[in-house]
């Protein structure tokens, strides 16, 4: 059974930081790519960050210079730093795998963790 559980989420104000996690189970982690995306309240889920198995990584602009995605292959959990946070960050943030095999994509998604910036 696969699980991402996706944690560290939580109110700050502008200017603070939070880290999010996701730890996986049931996946083989170190093949795997990981994604945060984001989806705030009256709009589309977006792209925020991802991470691929060699560890190659990309950011939507919006977030460039400010959060920092990781992983750790030995405890299959990936990472989202979020440093000087701003308002428009507030958002239920999600982890998702993705791996191809033998021509099939397998993706999973965690359950979501809210961050809320807000003075």
């Known amino acids: 059974q696969v699980q991402l559980v996706g944690s560290g989420g939580g109110l700050v104000q502008p200017g603070e930081s939070l880290r999010l996690s996701c730890a996986t189970s049931?996946?083989?982690?170190?093949?795997?790519?990981m994604g945060w995306y984001r989806q705030a309240p009256g709009k589309e889920r977006e792209l925020v960050a991802t991470i691929t198995r060699g560890g190659d990584t990309n950011y939507v602009d919006s977030v460039k210079g400010r959060f920092t995605i990781s992983r750790d292959n030995a405890k299959n959990t990936a990472y989202l730093q979020m440093n000087s946070l701003k308002p428009e960050d507030t958002a239920v943030y999600y982890c998702?795998?993705?791996?191809?095999?033998?021509?099939?994509?397998?993706?999973?998604w965690g359950q979501g963790t809210q961050v809320t910036v807000s003075s």
């Open positions: 998702k795998s993705h791996r191809t095999s033998l021509g099939r994509d397998y993706d999973y």
């Open positions: 049931g996946i083989i982690f170190r093949l795997n790519d």
